[in-house]
């Protein structure tokens, strides 16, 4: 599955390992995330994300 | 106001915006402020850095035309692209066709938000250099100082540094130099607690960053440029961003508003509970105190306990202005809780604890609520609570 990157910091979306800590569990695909779903380092909202 | 000469090739051109009061709506500004722009000019290549507000626009071109013609103009570095630096950016663009505007990787989806249009910026990392012929432009990854596409621009041969937002201050003063003008201390402090505050480690990192460059000359974007006691700022910026001391004892803070009395009980007797367990409890009550005062407090301690009657359905004036003064420090993970007394619906508490979690405050348990005047009941049971959360730290 597609990687994607913060286009304000660092962090990228690794759909292999989800987000465990805000309740997303590994294998989450970055299109099926919530929308209320944000960039863990700096609270970037999904729109705010590329492709890796 | 007319452009400056900083040194040879290099000029201010900048706006001097002597009514400001209020910045950004949340900052006060009572000297006004200045939007800094910057011409360096080389043997080959001539660069603007930063631009300013879109309403200045016009003041600004013409500050800039004397210092260089717009056309002359190769590359415009935006340092950040919050829109008091940017917001000119397309009127500027208008009558500077050969400039390539030059931003950081993150900076390139703001623009690109700025100008709804595709400008084609150059992108520059970290250690990236622009030769303009004589002055070398190097860029300095430095994110969130405050903004997330920050850097710096270094122009290595006369040493400055161009800093953006950092060592910057809301001060207006036409003589430019701080070594010109009067102490301005206070509004470059209160310019770090309300823009730098927030992201402390992010400063502490950019200090480390700039610490082994020499630097004769830091150019900011609001405020005086800094060619005196360069170091005394540096040093200033150091002190505000460690890291705050970490106490022996364990400390929960109490703040309240209580009207009759009754959620002011059952505060001291939350203090009693945290006491009794060993820890600290320092006990404020909101309509005596500034709750701007009471950040750094926060800051240090281990949690937050705060107390509100409820009226109309809601928590009190006092406290909403304290729980949206807590974006400025770092709170999370911190323990949180509330309490109060109500007449028949006590919403107040449950607003509080809501607004807690989402400032990433850790919120163990529910708010205690009492129905008006605390029994001896009540109060044995706010004790206990006391007791719980100091264990739940």
């Known amino acids: ?52 | 106001m007319r452009q400056v000469r900083i040194l040879p090739g290099i000029h201010w051109v900048g706006v001097l915006d002597t009514q400001l009061r209020v910045f950004d709506v949340i900052m006060q500004a009572q000297h006004g402020t200045t939007y800094n722009s910057y011409v360096v000019r080389g043997t080959d290549k001539v660069a603007l850095i930063d631009a300013s507000k879109e309403k200045f626009a016009e003041t600004f071109l013409r500050t800039l035309r004397p210092a260089a013609d717009p056309r002359e103009i190769d590359y415009l570095v935006c340092n950040h692209l919050e829109p008091d630096h940017s917001g000119a950016l397309d009127d500027v663009l208008a009558v500077a066709p050969n400039a390539q505007v030059v931003v950081s990787k993150p900076g390139r989806m703001l623009v690109q938000a700025i100008l709804n249009r595709d400008v084609k910026p150059r992108i520059v990392k970290d250690d990236d250099r622009i030769e303009l012929g004589g002055k070398t432009l190097r860029f300095i990854s430095a994110p969130f100082v405050h903004w997330p596409d920050t850097m710096f621009t270094y122009l290595e041969e006369d040493q400055i540094l161009f800093s953006g937002d950092f060592l910057g201050a809301h001060y207006c003063d036409a003589r430019l130099y701080n070594d010109l003008i009067e102490n301005y201390d206070e509004a470059f402090r209160y310019y770090f607690q309300v823009i730098m505050r927030p992201f402390k480690e992010y400063v502490r990192q950019a200090l480390a960053k700039i610490e082994t460059l020499p630097i004769k000359i830091i150019c900011p974007v609001h405020g005086p440029i800094l060619r005196a006691d360069i170091n005394r700022y540096i040093d200033m910026y150091r002190e505000w961003s460690a890291e705050p001391p970490k106490t022996a004892t364990k400390r929960l803070l109490i703040l309240y508003v209580s009207s009759y009395g009754n959620t002011e009980r059952m505060g001291h007797a939350i203090a009693r509970g945290i006491r009794e367990a060993g820890a600290e409890a320092p006990v404020y009550d909101l309509t005596q105190v500034n709750a701007r005062d009471m950040l750094d407090e926060i800051e240090t301690a281990d949690g937050l306990v705060v107390g509100s009657c409820t009226i109309n359905g809601d928590a009190l004036e006092q406290i909403w202005v304290l729980l949206s003064s807590m974006a400025t420090i770092n709170v999370k993970d911190k323990l949180g809780a509330s309490f109060g007394s109500f007449g028949w619906s006590g919403e107040g508490p449950l607003m509080i604890v809501e607004r807690m979690k989402g400032l990433k405050f850790r919120v163990p348990e529910e708010p205690v609520r009492v129905n008006l005047v605390p029994t001896d009941a009540d109060l044995k049971s706010c004790e206990a609570y006391g007791k719980r959360l100091v264990d739940a730290i």
Do not use: H
């Open chain 1, 1 to 52: 599955m597609q990687k994607f990157e913060c286009g304000m910091c660092e962090y990228t979306y690794d759909p292999a390992k989800g987000d465990p800590a805000r309740g997303i569990p590994p294998g989450t695909s970055f299109e099926s995330l919530p929308d209320s779903w944000k960039c863990p380092k700096c609270g970037a909202g999904k729109n705010m994300f590329v492709e890796a």
